[in-house]
């Protein structure tokens, strides 16, 4: 049974860099079928695609995020990371990692993990 | 960036009426579209993909109709798990976006 699990600090201070992990067990991110990604929802805000990962390591970003987003994968540790640097309170939000297959949709998700900017 | 709207923003009914959600994009997207529902501290559930296709164990009162730009999202029943936020999706090229959702809320 696939399972997605999300971890990180929940307190970022504003300006740093915000790093999640995401932890897949039940499949491999080495799968070609599958893309990984996040998705960010502020709070009591709508969802925002952050951006996916493909097991060959390409990535795809949202334009307005891509200078300051990374997203790698680690599989040896079977795992794929976000990476946001300068955050500010704007990037306050529920933070999903989730997996659609290569011409699919998002059916898989974690359960989400709330990061918030504040000093 | 393919733009997403979707309206209502809020929706007000009663259990047992249906509901038709609108879900427009700014360019087509032809029928790579999908719906998400999405519950308090949950993550979302696929509903529907490609448009019109139900995803796996989602009940016959949902259906989603259109291609191109416009396309709708109907319960054609509400009961009362149905209360929730939906969001359209599309993934016809990179970046994906999402709506910003329609409340159906219990009136």
């Known amino acids: 049974q696939l399972q997605l699990q999300e971890s990180g600090p929940g307190l970022v201070k504003p300006s740093e860099t915000l790093s999640l992990t995401c932890t897949v067990s039940g499949d491999s991110i080495s799968n070609t079928i599958y893309y990984w990604g996040w998705i960010r929802q502020p709070p009591g805000k709508g969802l925002e695609w952050i951006g996916d990962i493909y097991y060959s390591g390409s990535t795809y970003y949202k334009p307005s995020l891509k200078s300051r987003v990374t997203i790698s994968g680690d599989t040896s540790k079977n795992q794929f990371s976000l990476r946001l640097t300068s955050v500010t309170a704007a990037d306050t939000a529920v933070y999903y990692c989730a997996r659609h297959p290569f011409s699919g949709w998002y059916v898989n998700w974690g359960q989400g993990t709330l990061v918030t900017v504040s000093s | 960036e393919i733009v997403l709207t979707q309206s209502p923003a809020t929706l007000s009914l009663s259990p047992g009426e249906g509901a038709t959600l609108s879900c427009r994009a700014s360019?087509?997207?032809?029928?790579?579209l999908a719906w998400y529902q999405q519950k308090p501290g949950q993550a979302p559930r696929l509903l529907i993909y490609d448009a019109s296709n139900r995803a796996t164990g989602i009940p016959a009162r949902f259906s989603g109709s259109g291609s191109g730009t416009d396309f709708t999202l109907t319960i054609s029943s509400l009961e009362p798990e149905d209360f929730a936020v939906y969001y359209c999706?599309?993934?016809?090229?990179?970046?994906?976006?999402f709506g910003g959702g329609t409340k159906v809320e219990i009136k």
């Open positions: 360019q087509s997207v032809s029928n790579y």
């Open positions: 999706q599309h993934r016809i090229n990179w970046p994906l976006t």
